[in-house]
């Protein structure tokens, strides 16, 4: 009926527009912002990924995998609910201004499988980090705040990790409804911590057209 109605004498079409990603030079609009900024609360579902990258105690690290040793200011949940987010997030204060994630997608969900089997530890993590944000809503909204997500190993084939949209949508979300705080998600195909560290903190002296970057 509808071609009848729309399209008479024409033979059904079907037309595939696909996203291409287009280079863009990095052009430095503002001062860095330190990935663990001193007070910043980090969001993870690989612990030890953070403490690759730094040894810092004045910084909280909300995990949903157990870390390998105990240590200051380190907090795993076992489960992710709004009682026991609410309640960490009491602890350590209502003023969070710098909230971080930072996970590695490849490792976290292989492609080959990710989308046969729920990746339970994406969905953990995004949970987690959906809480975080509420909790820290009003500090964010203050100004002179940052949530910034960092994504190592997130083009594994080529183009984005199918999971990447998961947190993509949350951290568009995020610059609409934060609009004093820098929001800002990295998705990169490295898998050096080092070097994925270093692009996440390039970036956000940078202008950006969509808080969504790839590397």
């Known amino acids: 009926r509808d071609a009848e109605c729309w399209a008479p004498g024409q033979a059904l079409e079907v037309q595939r527009h696909v996203a291409v990603l287009e280079p863009e030079p990095l052009e430095q609009i503002r001062a860095g912002v330190d990935f663990f900024a001193p007070g910043a609360l980090i969001v993870t579902n690989t612990p030890a990924l953070v403490e690759s990258l730094t040894s810092r105690d004045d910084v909280f690290v909300f995990s949903t995998e157990p870390f390998a040793k105990s240590r200051r200011n380190r907090y795993h949940l076992p489960e992710i609910t709004e009682e026991a987010v609410g309640e960490l997030m009491r602890q350590i204060g209502p003023h969070v201004q710098h909230l971080r994630l930072i996970t590695d997608l490849g490792a ?40 910034v997500s960092l994504f190592l190993n997130a083009t594994p084939q080529g183009s984005l990790h199918p999971f990447a949209g998961l947190f993509g949508g949350m951290i568009k979300s995020a610059a609409l409804e934060l609009p004093r705080c820098q929001v800002l998600g990295v998705f990169t195909s490295s898998t050096d911590p080092a070097e994925s560290l270093r692009q996440a903190e390039n970036e956000t002296m940078a202008r950006q057209f969509l808080p969504v970057v790839v590397y």
């Open 108 to 147: 976290s969900a292989p492609v080959e499988h990710c989308l046969e089997v729920e990746p339970k530890s994406l969905v953990a993590l995004h949970d987690l980090t959906f809480l975080a944000l509420k909790g820290a809503f009003d500090g964010l909204g203050r100004g002179n705040s940052a949530f």
